[in-house]
């Protein structure tokens, strides 16, 4: 089992910044990438981010490129989203989750954390 625990949700302006983190118990090989999700009231989870923690290219959903930047701190077993620049619409929880596969769907997913709450005011 991998536990997961996000921190650094909150209340911002929109254009303003907030850095999220995910702390893993541990990586193993079925965990080796992780991804950050979010959900918004009345809708789907969908993807954000993720990255491997080998160092492989980074992948963003559309609408969060040039805005959200991923990065991961192996030696500390914490993965990072840097989200700038952000809008009301960002508004979700988010959550990181962990997973053999690098795709943008929740079911190439295994471990996820309890989610932290993102709320951007206009």
């Known amino acids: 089992q991998v536990q997961l625990v996000e921190s650094g949700g909150g209340l911002v302006q929109a254009g303003g910044s907030l850095r999220l983190s995910c702390v893993a118990s541990k990586r193993t090989f079925v965990s080796r990438v992780m991804g950050w999700f979010r959900q918004a009231p009345g809708k789907e989870r969908e993807f954000v981010a993720s990255i491997s923690w080998s160092g492989g290219s980074a992948d963003y959903a559309d609408s969060v490129k040039g805005r959200f930047t991923i990065s991961s701190d192996n030696a500390k077993n914490t993965v990072y989203l840097q989200m700038n620049s952000l809008k009301p619409e960002d508004t979700a929880v988010y959550y990181c989750?962990?997973?053999?596969?690098?795709?943008?769907?929740?079911?190439?997913?295994?471990?996820w954390g309890q989610g932290t709450q993102v709320t951007v005011s206009s």
């Open positions: 989750a962990s997973g053999l596969l690098a795709r943008h769907t929740s079911d190439a997913f295994n471990y």
